[in-house]
C-alpha cells in the first residue's frame, strides 16, 4: 500500500520570504500522480499543484513550485515571497495512475509572519 | 472548476439520534463520490467510496451500518450518521471527480461540521 509521510507538523515563514515543505512517499508503482493541498481556516481543499511522475520537469504555479525526486521519493512544496493568505494546512497526496482514490500525509499547519 | 456543495454545513444532533449530510455535484455528473471524516488538525481519513447505483465500498475499520452512504443519483451522495454518539463528532467532507480516468481532479465539497451533544 502506497503512505505519504509528512514529517513537518508546523513551519513558520516570515512574510515575503520563502518555506520549503517536506513529502515523502512509499510506493511500487512508476507512474502516478502526486499533488499538494491548501487547506485555509475555511477547511475548503484547495488544489496547489500537481504533478505527474513520469513527467521529470518540476511543476510550478506562479509563487508555488515543487522538487520532485523520483528516486529519492521525495516531493516538496516550496512557496516563494509568502504572504498571509498561504496560511494554512498544507496536505500532500498521492494518486494511482488509474483510480481516483487519494491518499494524503498528516499534514504541516503553515504559519505566515508579518 | 467543478463544484461541490455539501449540506449542511453544520448540525448539531443528540446523542442516539441519526443525522444526514448531503454531497452535491452542482455541474457534473460523480459516478464516484468519497466521504471523509478529518478531525482538528489532523489528515483526511477516507471512510467510504459512493458508486452510483451500487453499494458503497468503505475503508477498513469504517462501521458500514453506522455510516450509511447512499447515492441514489449521479449528482448526489448521502452520509447519514445512525445512532450519532459524542464520538462522532467530526468534521466531514466529500469530494467527487468529474470523470473516470487519469486526468480527472477531485473536486471538494465545503465539509460539515457535525456535533453530538
Known amino acids: 500500500a502506497q503512505t505519504v509521510t509528512q514529517s513537518q507538523p508546523e513551519m513558520s515563514v516570515q512574510e515575503a520570504e520563502t518555506v520549503t515543505l517536506s513529502c515523502t512517499y512509499d510506493?511500487?508503482?512508476?507512474?502516478?500522480?502526486l499533488f499538494w493541498y491548501k487547506q485555509p481556516p475555511s477547511r475548503q481543499m484547495i488544489l496547489v499543484i500537481r504533478?505527474?511522475?513520469?513527467?521529470?520537469q518540476n511543476a510550478t504555479e506562479n509563487r508555488f513550485s515543487v522538487n520532485f525526486q523520483k528516486a529519492a521519493k521525495s516531493f516538496s512544496l516550496k512557496i516563494s515571497d509568502s504572504q498571509l493568505g498561504d496560511a494554512a494546512m498544507y496536505f500532500c497526496?498521492?494518486?494511482?495512475?488509474?483510480?481516483?482514490?487519494?491518499?494524503f500525509g498528516a499534514g504541516t499547519i503553515l504559519r505566515v509572519k508579518s | 472548476g467543478a463544484v461541490v456543495s455539501q449540506h449542511p454545513s453544520w448540525v448539531i444532533c443528540k446523542s442516539g439520534t441519526s443525522v444526514k449530510i448531503e454531497c452535491r455535484s452542482l455541474?457534473?455528473?460523480?459516478?464516484?463520490m468519497f466521504w471523509y471524516r478529518q478531525f482538528p488538525k489532523q489528515s483526511l481519513m477516507l471512510m467510504a467510496t459512493?458508486?452510483?447505483?451500487?453499494?458503497?465500498?468503505?475503508e477498513q475499520g469504517v462501521e458500514k451500518d453506522k455510516f450509511l452512504i447512499n447515492h441514489a443519483s449521479l449528482t448526489l451522495s448521502t452520509l447519514t450518521v445512525t445512532s450519532a454518539h459524542p464520538e462522532d463528532s467530526s468534521f466531514y467532507i466529500c469530494?467527487?471527480?468529474?470523470?473516470?480516468?487519469?486526468?480527472?481532479?477531485?473536486?471538494f465539497g465545503p465539509g460539515t461540521r457535525l456535533t453530538v451533544t
Open positions: 459512493s458508486n452510483e447505483g451500487s453499494k458503497a465500498t468503505y
Open positions: 497526496a498521492y494518486r494511482r495512475l488509474y483510480g481516483n482514490k487519494l491518499v
Open positions: 510506493t511500487s508503482e512508476s507512474d502516478y500522480y
Open positions: 469530494s467527487a471527480p468529474p470523470g473516470l480516468g487519469r486526468n480527472y481532479e477531485q473536486y
Open positions: 455541474d457534473f455528473q460523480a459516478t464516484t
Open positions: 504533478q505527474e511522475a513520469y513527467k521529470q
